[in-house]
């Protein structure tokens, strides 16, 4: 009985914890590092790529806007560090 009512409550913090606010970002076909709008929506105040389980996208979407935001960094229309 114990064991039923502590496995629920686990089952609720579970499931209340990975519920939490994902952004609703439309992601384009062609993700381009020249599209400075869309890229940053992926980057905080801190300036730091946002990790997938806050964004909601896919891994591969994932690796492609990183890689352009790297890209758009190096060309200067990123900042490295937001101030």
Excluded: C, H
């Amino acid at each position: 009985m114990q064991e039923n009512v502590e496995n629920e409550i686990n089952q609720a913090n579970i499931q209340r914890t990975t519920a939490r606010n994902r952004l609703q970002i439309e992601i384009p076909e062609y993700i381009d590092w020249k599209d400075v709008k869309f890229l940053e929506q992926f980057i905080p105040e801190r300036g730091k790529i946002m990790p997938r389980r806050i964004s909601g996208v896919s891994a591969r979407e994932q690796r492609l806007i990183a890689r352009a935001i790297k890209r758009a960094r190096i060309m200067a229309l990123l900042p490295f560090v937001k101030d």
